[in-house]
C-alpha cells in the first residue's frame, strides 16, 4: 500500500499513483469499485460456462479425450492449474509495483508515454520488467522462450479453432448453398490456411487499439470483451441443454440479438474509452454507469428471455431431435432414426484410388512422381491423400465409434466427483480468504 510513485508525492494536489483501498479484497463494492463481487459472481459466470463448455478451443481438447472419464479428468486438472495464476501472474505484479512503483505506477500521461509508449498506464510492463530486472542473463533468455512457447501455443490453438470454425460452418454451407457444390479436403485446407493468414493481420492491427483500451491493462480489457460476446453463447447453450421444448429459431434469433446488443456495446466502449486516472470520462450513461459485469449478467438474462419467447411461438422440434442431446435425456437408449453408419471414407467420391489388389488380398499403392512444388503444397496444407493417409483416417472413424458412449468405471466416477468437491471447496475458500 506505500509503492506510491515519486510523482505522486512531489505532487500533494494529486490522486493518481495511489493503490486502490480495496486492493487486497478479491471480491469487492458492488457499486463503486473495478471489480464489483455480485456483478462478479452473476456477470462472469455466463463467460466463464461459454469459455468451460461451448469455446471452441475447449471443446476440442474434450472431444480429442478417449473417453468421458478422461475429458472430465483434464477438465479438472485444467481447473486445478488455473490456482497457479495468482502465484504466477498476481504476486509477481504486485512485486513489480514496489520495485519498480515510478515506472509500473507512472501518475501522469507524459510520464507513461516516455517510460512504455502508451498514455493511459504502464501496468502492463510489470511482469517483463520483473524479469529483465531480477533474473540474470542466461535465465532471461529460458524465461523468453517459456513465455514466447506459452503465446504461440495459445495462439496456435485459437487460430486452429477460427479455421475449424469459418471452414466447416460458414464456407462449407455457402459452397453448398450458392454453388451447389460441396468443397473438397484440399479446399478446405486451403481455405482454413487462408482464414489463419487474416487473423493474424487482423490481429496486428488491433495492437496500437488494445494499448489505450481499459487504461492499458489487457487483462480487463479481455475480461470486458467476453462479457459483451460470451453470455449469448452461455444463454443458447444452457437453454439448448436444460430445456426440451427450445428449438432451432429460438437459439438463432437469441443470439443474433444477443451478439448484436454486445457489438453495439462494444463499439461504444471502443469510441469513448475508459479514462484513466488523471483523465475526465466523457463517456455516455451506458458505460459510464453500468459496469461490463453487470452489463453481461443483463445480455445473458435477455438472450434467454428471447430465446424462450421466439421458441414457444413457434413449432417445437421433433421428439427423436431430443434425444441424447439434453441433460435430462442423455442417457437414452431409444434409437434416433438419424443414427445411421458412417460412409466409408472416401475423397470427392474416389475409394483409395492409384491401388491394385494382389492376390492375396493385400492392398499396394502404385506410387506417381510428385513434384516438389506439389509435396510442398501438400505439406503446407496438411493433406495426405495416400492410401496410408486415409487408412490412418479410416481407424480414427473407427475410434469414434467405440468412445462415442457416456458410460463411466464407476471408481472413475466417484474419483472425479471427488476432486470436483475439492476444486470447488477451495475457489471458494480463496474467495472467502482474500476478501474478508
Known sequence: MKAIPNETLNSPNSTCGYPREDAWQMLRDPWNSDIPWIGFLLGKTPASIWYWCADQMMVQRVLAAKSLSHAQGGCLFASYIKLLP???????????RVLYTDEVACASAETCMEICGSSTGCSNIAYPKLVLGLLPAGFRGIMLAVMLAALMSDL???FNSTSTLFTI???K????RCFKKEPSIRELMIVGR???IVMVVISVLLIPVLKDMQSGQIFFYLQEIGSYLAPPIA?????AVLWPRGNEKGA???????????IIRMILDWTWRSPPCWGEDHRPAITAKVHYMYFALILFVVTVLVNIIVSLLTEPPEQFQVIRTTYWTRYSTVKRPDDGEPPPYEEDGIELENTESLSNGAVVEIRKEVSCCKKGYNWFCGFDDSVKGRLENQKYEDRLKKINTLKQDKRAKIFLNINLVVI?????FCYIFFSV
Open 156 to 158: 496456435t490453438s485459437i
Open 252 to 262: 438463432f434469433w437469441s443470439l443474433m440479438a444477443g451478439f448484436v446488443t454486445g
Open 86 to 96: 495468482l502465484f504466477i501472474m498476481v504476486i509477481p505484479g504486485m512485486v513489480s
Open 169 to 171: 460452418d460458414i464456407w
Open 424 to 428: 470447488l471447496g477451495v475457489a471458494t
Open 235 to 239: 444463454a443458447v447453450y444452457l437453454v
Open 173 to 176: 454451407v455457402f459452397r453448398i
Open 194 to 196: 487462408f482464414i489463419v
